[in-house]
């Protein structure tokens, strides 16, 4: 079982992204869902969720480090839904038809993976549960939350991910499954406790040991570097026709929203490795 409290997390990276109330509570519980399936992998692997469904939203992106690093962005970071029955809209917010992709780069010259599933709900956590189970044959019960405090900013978020070892206890895990269908809202749970609290609701008098912990943060990967590389791959008419009518070319991180100014000189050199990439 996997448990965290990302509210810090969901915090920083909604205000950068500077979502809307409704476009919040789902990014946050989409970050809780990849850090949780980032502590699922070994040293120096990399996983991603893409989430494109048919909603105003358009697409949701969360990339997630084995060290605990977390990021992630939205398509329509404005877009917002009237609540349902007293219920924040994500599902109608990411739309109901549309895919869950899951990529993962597994390092050390091993093939990267990538799985795509069908949204089943577009709650997130029942289509994270819902891959699990169908690609990965691991069957799944994932739980996310989050709140909105009084000041329009993330109060809390977090989760759990629950996966039965091959030898199980068949009767402890009934148990478990039927006190996770019996949970209150996880946000009532993380503002009692944090994520100790998840974890003695869900197990009961079943003992249990915590094995470890480490922080989740935010980390954006971006830098000129890949700025260079993102803009070689339009190849050089497209570069060219930026420098003919913007004399360079100006890119922004879809995560962490850092502007990045490549002026005529430097466009120019591009050109000329699209250009011998090509072979023009």
């Known amino acids: 079982m996997l448990v965290c409290n990302a509210s810090l997390l969901a915090r920083e990276i909604c205000v950068l992204q500077q979502t809307s109330a409704t476009a919040s509570i789902a990014l946050s519980r989409g970050l809780v869902g990849g850090a949780l399936m980032g502590a699922l992998l070994k040293t120096g692997q990399r996983t991603a969720l893409k989430f494109e469904g048919n909603g105003p939203?358009?697409?949701?992106?969360?990339?997630?480090?084995?060290?605990?690093?977390?990021?992630?962005?939205?398509?329509?970071?404005?877009?917002?839904?009237?609540?349902?029955?007293?219920?924040?809209?994500?599902?109608?917010?990411?739309?109901?038809?549309?895919?869950l992709t899951v990529s993962k780069d597994l390092g050390a010259g091993g093939q990267p993976y990538q799985g795509v599933v069908q949204l089943v709900s577009s709650e997130i956590g029942e289509d994270l549960a819902y891959y699990l189970s169908d690609s990965e044959q691991t069957p799944s019960a994932v739980g996310l939350g989050a709140a909105m405090g009084e000041d329009g900013v993330i109060a809390v978020c977090g989760g759990f991910l629950v996966q039965a070892l091959p030898k199980a206890d068949e009767a402890e895990i009934d148990k478990i499954m039927a006190r996770i269908a019996g949970l209150p809202p996880l946000s009532e749970l993380l503002e009692a406790g944090g994520a100790e609290?998840?974890?003695?609701?869900?197990?009961?008098?079943?003992?249990?040991?915590?094995?470890?912990?480490?922080?989740?943060?935010?980390?954006?990967?971006?830098?000129?570097?890949?700025?260079?590389?993102?803009?070689?791959?339009?190849?050089?008419?497209?570069?060219?026709?930026?420098?003919?009518?913007?004399?360079?070319?100006?890119?922004?991180?879809?995560?962490?929203?850092?502007?990045?100014?490549?002026?005529?000189?430097?466009?120019?050199?591009?050109?000329?490795?699209?250009?011998e990439k090509s072979g023009r």
Request: overall charge negative; proline content about 2%.
């Open 197 to 275: 609290v998840i974890i003695r609701e869900i197990f009961g008098d079943i003992p249990y040991t915590i094995l470890e912990s480490h922080d989740i943060f935010f980390r954006c990967g971006c830098g000129l570097e890949k700025v260079e590389r993102a803009l070689l791959t339009l190849g050089s008419d497209e570069l060219l026709d930026m420098r003919s009518k913007d004399s360079g070319a100006e890119v922004t991180c879809e995560f962490c929203r850092k502007s990045y100014h490549l002026n005529a000189t430097e466009l120019d050199r591009l050109i000329v490795q699209a250009s």
């Open 57 to 99: 939203l358009l697409k949701m992106i969360i990339e997630a480090d084995s060290d605990g690093a977390v990021r992630g962005c939205v398509g329509n970071p404005a877009a917002d839904l009237d609540a349902v029955n007293g219920k924040w809209n994500v599902a109608g917010l990411i739309g109901r038809a549309g895919f």
